[in-house]
């Protein structure tokens, strides 16, 4: 998950991404080395706190910094330089992302004044506290989470963020800034989303379940997109690794999983699981279980009509 997100913003950044992680976490720097600038946050008090644990990683080296989440895997590059385009073009200090969702959604409410300004980001939470309660969590923009800082306002002012009494304790909220710069006079933007799913987030097993969702759907729309027949999308699987040629048929319940590659002209599924493998061109496999192998091209497969090929076995001196 945190792959995907870190493989976003490198591609949206002129410098190394800077990870803040827990202390004694060691999993996040064994998977990505020496491509991220690691900080530890020792104590987690909120988005706020975190960014600041940045500051003398990226103080006076920055013009633009973007703040996204870890567990925010369906983000894409081009949003993100999307607004570092809006902040850089507008020169507002804050450009925020936004997407569009339901009254019952847990974001912070995009709140604009008459003029449709950026005026403020209103917690759940908070907005239940308010008179006006039902007419904020009725807003349908609702905060991503993902920013673009002019720099040097960041650094200079991230340091005067409230501490926020949370469920979980006392915390510095980011979103705090918004409003920050608005009482400056300021100008602060929102840039909405053309894809709903980008502010999906992972924070929880249920969460993790409509990440996975969205995942495949954009796999699959990729690959309906590039000459391959799927019969009922909702019904298939394919891994992010897969490599799938033009005119190939995709029938339901079909995973393929891992480092395969499927040739052109092929037929695959029902009801069959391919990893890790190789199949040729106009091959046609049903109801089968196919792993670590090689198919050759123009092979039927089918249960009790085939038989898989020994694994080669590699002898080391």
Do not use: K
């Not at 490599?243 to 029902?270: A, H, K, M, S, Y």
């Amino acid at each position: 998950m945190v792959l995907h997100a870190f493989l976003a913003a490198e591609a949206a950044a002129d410098l190394p991404p800077v990870l803040v992680v827990g202390p004694g976490e060691s999993g996040v720097q064994a998977l990505i080395g020496d491509r991220a600038i690691y900080v530890v946050q020792p104590e987690a008090l909120g988005t706020g706190h975190a960014t600041m644990m940045a500051a003398d990683a990226l103080r006076g080296r920055a013009e633009q910094v973007i703040v996204t989440y870890g567990d925010m895997p369906l983000l894409r590059a081009r949003t993100m330089c999307r607004l570092v385009n809006a902040q850089r073009e507008s020169g507002a200090t804050v450009v925020l992302l936004s997407v569009s969702g339901e009254a019952s959604s847990s974001f912070g409410r995009v709140v604009r004044d008459e003029a449709g300004q950026v005026r403020e980001i209103v917690e759940v939470a908070e907005a239940r506290r308010r008179p006006d309660a039902a007419g904020l969590l009725a807003i349908s923009e609702l905060n991503a989470g993902v920013y673009c800082f002019d720099g040097d306002w960041l650094w200079d002012n991230i340091g005067d963020l409230p501490l926020r009494q949370a469920r979980r304790g006392p915390e510095y909220y980011l979103t705090d800034l918004v409003e920050m710069a608005v009482t400056q006079g300021r100008a602060v933007e929102a840039v909405l989303t053309d894809d709903p799913d980008e502010g999906l987030g992972a924070g929880t097993r249920a969460e993790m379940v409509a990440v996975e969702r969205a995942f495949r759907r954009r796999i699959n729309d990729y690959w309906l997109g590039n000459g391959v027949t799927l019969v009922e999308p909702d019904a298939t699987y394919i891994g992010p690794d897969v490599v799938i040629g033009p005119d190939t048929v995709i029938w339901p319940n079909t995973f393929l999983q891992g480092r395969t590659t499927i040739g052109e002209e092929c037929v695959i599924g029902p009801n069959a699981i391919v990893r890790d493998s190789t199949v040729g061109d106009r091959c046609r496999i049903e109801q089968l279980l196919i792993e670590e192998i090689a198919v050759p091209d123009d092979t039927t497969a089918r249960p009790g009509e085939w038989r898989q090929p020994p694994r080669r076995r590699t002898g080391v001196v």
